[in-house]
Structures are given as C-alpha cells and as structure tokens.
C-alpha cells in the first residue's frame, strides 16, 4: 500500500512557476513509476507526464512538453513537478498517482488527494 500526498500548489500569475511535490509513503515506492494528471473544472483528468521508477525515462503530455519537468528522490520517497511558464489554461487540481499497471495503463493504482494551481492574468 502506498500513500501519495501532493503540496505546492496556490495561484500564481502567468508565465511564473511553481514545483509541486508528491511525498510517498510505503517501501514499495522506489520500484514504482510515478506520474502527474490533471483536471480543469468541467473537463475529464488529463494525463501530464510520468517519469520511471529510477528518473531514467520521463514522458509528457504535449500541451506541457519543454515547460514542465517531472523529477524524483527515491531517497526521500518524493516526486516533482516543476511547472515554468505557466499558462491560464495550466489551472487545475494536479494529482499525483502510481502503481498497478502504469503507465501501461493510464489508470495508476494509487492516487494522491491533490492540489490546486491557479494560474491568473
């Protein structure tokens, strides 16, 4: 079992940053791969990026490719997402989540509760 709780979002103004983080508990983590999804008010969860269970591989979504960069610290059972240049359409409740099948799957076993990105003009 696997608990995932997300912190670092909160509003920010357009083209600025912001790095959330994802702090897992339980040994099995470090064996997982672990991605990012989002959901904007009215629309259905989007998948952001994922990166592999050692940093090696990291994917992401188009409509975020060369802006945010997926990280993690095995160490300290965390994972990153650093968003720059954020957009107003980057507003979302951002979700961290792994395990079970994916990202062969894009349905992760575990999930975090998530947190909001506000991103304003």
């Known amino acids: 079992q696997v608990q995932l709780v997300e912190s670092g979002g909160g509003l920010v103004q357009t083209g600025g940053s912001l790095r959330l983080s994802c702090a897992a508990s339980g040994r099995t983590f470090s064996s997982l791969a672990m991605g990012w999804f989002r959901q904007a008010p009215g629309k259905e969860r989007e998948f952001v990026g994922y990166?592999?269970?050692?940093?090696?591989?990291?994917t992401y979504s188009n409509s975020v490719k060369g802006r945010f960069t997926i990280s993690r610290d095995n160490a300290k059972n965390t994972v990153y997402l650093q968003m720059n240049s954020l957009k107003r359409e980057d507003t979302a409740v951002y979700y961290c989540?792994?395990?079970?099948?994916?990202?062969?799957?894009?349905?992760?076993?575990?999930w975090g509760q998530g947190t909001q990105v506000t991103v304003s003009s």
């Open positions: 990166i592999s269970w050692n940093g090696g591989t990291t």
């Open positions: 989540a792994g395990g079970g099948l994916f990202p062969a799957t894009m349905n992760p076993l575990y």
